[in-house]
DNA sequence: TTGTAAGCGTTATCAC
DNA sequence: GTGATAACGCTTACAA
């Protein structure tokens, strides 16, 4: 009952039933080679000292981690929250650890999470990879014997197994529904163009445009809530045109764009357009009028991705397989949904 | 360039560079004992190897993990990913790795997720821990070394150390002020009165009432959302009530609570009562009229949990204090705060 | 059936 | 300065 200086070893449970260490090590994993005599002795020791196996040391000994790292932009993000949580699953009935920690999509402190997580010698990573991050090392890490899946984004330089949402299609079937409404002229608000995701939208929307025949009007764009024109002056700006020159919808390519153009809307006079969202969030449907989007599925996404990084580790276990089948890496695209509300629906 | 079959290790290191073991393990860790010259010879044979040194046979040699974990209901839960954001902070500021997992709240499920963490001796733990637990475990395992921090709920059968929400204070406020706007019929809706937090919550509300000499209702008092009395059902009779009859004013008492009441006020007939939210949510100040909540800290509550977990290990690993000195646990309560934004104002 | 001993990849304590 | 060598706590041949 008093305080255990520190917790009991094998070697402790050994001496304490008389009996060798490695016969604590066969009772303790169940090996069926025990005499119930010892067996019994053993369990006696293990229960009177509380000793419990100490993880690390024996999978150091057998050369894995049992646990893989999740790196992704922001937890706190329900996107890659539910993915997260998706691998989080796959990994738990593999009986190994995720491990998770949040990038904040910075590309250094993404670089120092993956070589903590290496040194550690997880068994493999699960990666949003920020834009600008060292790829060359990722590389080197892939190479070394860390396999890599990445999610939401791929690297650019290097090839890879990648799961990603299918961006483009999304956004060029959301639009497609704005314009099929009536819409002729749509706003396209971005949270920052400097993302992947949001620029493979971006160029749905265009794409969406072109395919009817409407002419593209740069002014619609709004491609960066924080830089330049803010959203509340490029609000004003619109407003201020003639009706026959306003935008009839809005396409909001992500969620923080999203949210900041419906608290600007909020906050304005001005009457809502059309609006229709990149990307789910709770609360869409609470919203007056509820809030069209084209939702992600990030529990897909998190499935296949942790699908794929213990296929990969399977495969490495295995006895070396053809030097050139490692090579083949694989890209899954996984498909968006469109989810009418009727802010996307409405007629101008 | 071709595949490694696996990561070099020192001895590679001090092979190919034709130093002695220890010597490299020097080299890696800034001892300044060593020449110029071999240093040099030392490095460029890490470089050629693409040698990284395997911080979990370090770490075991030392005897720390170096990390902690952090168990809490669910990490899509704002609440929860921001405690554990700023945990996370606290623990990279101190070169700890934060292992995350999510209990989903069960006892069964949490129990594992500690085992599997302690298993890896983690050096400590930061748990919300779910109703029903074996505690009699826990208290074992802070025993045999590893030092527990209680987040948002605090074990019932023991002493030790606890991080809480001013449940009750904030929940007495919250009413005190919808009382303060007129409102004497005040209903209270919960997602389930086994929690807790809400719990604490419903007397806050209960004493509130009291206090200001207004009678009880307890068809007013909707504590479970999932079970008995649908919440649908629930709306409907009480617009049924004649209209001095029918509460004026709502008090949700957690954000699952919130988001059904809006939901379901949104998609019924009923005119809107004024409402208060005990945790505040992303877009609380979007939907019209602006909602009013009781906002909770949650980063206040992470980095206070942190403080203290570290400071546990920190006087761990000091020669042995006062041995009563280590009894001494901790119980934070922090404040909430109220923020109006409209919904609680209203009088009708 | 059981015990001894050699690892796993480090760090730490010695000698030299 | 440097290099053996014994730990850390476990698994796993290999003997007995």
Redesign the interface.
């Known amino acids: 009952?008093s305080?255990?200086?520190?917790?009991a070893t094998m070697k402790d449970v050994a001496a304490h039933a008389g009996v060798g260490l490695a016969t604590v090590s066969r009772v303790v994993n169940g090996d069926p080679n025990v005499s119930e005599h010892t067996r019994a002795m053993v369990h006696a020791a293990i229960a009177s000292l509380?000793f419990?196996?100490?993880?690390?040391?024996r999978?150091?000994r057998q050369?894995i981690?049992a646990s893989i790292g999740v790196i992704l932009d922001d937890?706190?993000d329900?996107f890659f929250?539910?993915l997260?949580?998706a691998v989080?699953n796959e990994a738990t009935a593999r009986s190994t650890?995720s491990?998770?920690?949040?990038s904040n999509n910075e590309a250094s402190h993404a670089r120092e999470l993956i070589s903590?997580l290496?040194?550690?010698?997880v068994d493999g990573l699960i990666v949003a990879c920020p834009r600008g991050i060292d790829e060359d090392y990722l590389q080197?890490e892939i190479?070394?014997?860390t396999p890599m899946v990445f999610v939401d984004r791929a690297p650019l330089k290097f090839d890879a197994d990648t799961v990603l949402s299918d961006n483009f299609g999304g956004a060029f079937d959301g639009v497609t529904h704005l314009i099929a409404h009536g819409h002729q002229r749509i706003a396209c608000l971005s949270d920052s163009s400097k993302l992947y995701t949001v620029n493979q939208r971006i160029l749905g929307y265009r794409r969406a445009l072109e395919s009817a025949g409407i002419p593209y009007n740069s002014d619609w764009e709004h491609a960066d809530l924080t830089a330049g024109v803010s959203l509340e002056e490029w609000l004003k700006k619109i407003s201020s045109l003639a009706a026959d020159e306003q935008p009839t919808a809005f396409f909001c390519t992500n969620s923080r764009a999203s949210?900041a153009v419906?608290?600007a809307l909020?906050n304005s006079e001005a009457t809502w357009p059309a609006i229709l969202c990149f990307d789910d969030?709770?609360?869409a449907?609470?919203?007056?009028p509820g809030i069209s989007v084209v939702a992600q599925d990030p529990t897909a996404m998190g499935e296949l991705a942790a699908n794929l990084l213990f296929e990969r580790l399977g495969q490495r276990s295995a006895k070396q397989p053809q030097?050139d089948q490692?090579q083949k890496f694989r890209n899954s695209v996984v498909k968006t949904k469109l989810i009418p509300r009727g802010s996307a629906e409405i007629v101008l």
Do not use: H, Y
């Not at 419990?52 to 040391?57: I, V």
């Not at 290496?118 to 010698?121: L, S, Y």
């Open positions: 009952m305080t255990t200086r520190s917790r509380d419990q196996r100490n993880d690390s040391a999978l150091l050369g981690a937890m706190a329900p929250s539910t997260n949580r989080e650890l491990i998770t920690a949040s903590a290496c040194a550690r010698r080197k190479a070394a014997g949210v419906l608290r909020r969030f709770e609360l449907d609470v919203i007056e030097p490692q």
